[in-house]
Every structure is written in structure tokens, then in C-alpha cells.
């Protein structure tokens, strides 16, 4: 899977690879990496996103 995001080591918008994924009680959780830099990213569902942290 790929994700078009902004990347902030980049300072680029990239196409990010999915590298994980599982199920939590809280939802699905998906890292995201960085195919240029390796900066990665978490999402649970439309919950959590530690990219808008970055």
C-alpha cells in the first residue's frame, strides 16, 4: 500500500510505504515510512496520527 504524504525530514510531499500493520482495540494501526529519508509514522484509525505531531 502507499500513502502520498508531506514529509518533514524531506520537506517534500512523498509517496510513503506501508511497513506494518495489526489490530488494536482501538482500531487498525498502520506505520508509514519514508522510502527517501526513513522518517515513519503511526495511524489508528482516523484517531491517531503522529505525523500532525512531527
Request: charged fraction near 25%.
Amino acid at each position: 500500500m502507499e500513502l502520498d504524504q508531506y514529509c518533514p525530514q524531506c520537506e517534500a510531499e512523498r509517496t510513503f510505504w506501508l511497513a506494518a500493520s495489526t489490530e488494536l482495540h482501538l482500531g487498525k494501526k498502520t506505520k508509514w515510512r519514508c522510502p527517501e529519508c526513513n522518517y515513519g509514522f503511526v495511524q489508528i484509525d482516523d484517531t491517531v496520527d503522529t505525523s500532525a505531531s512531527a
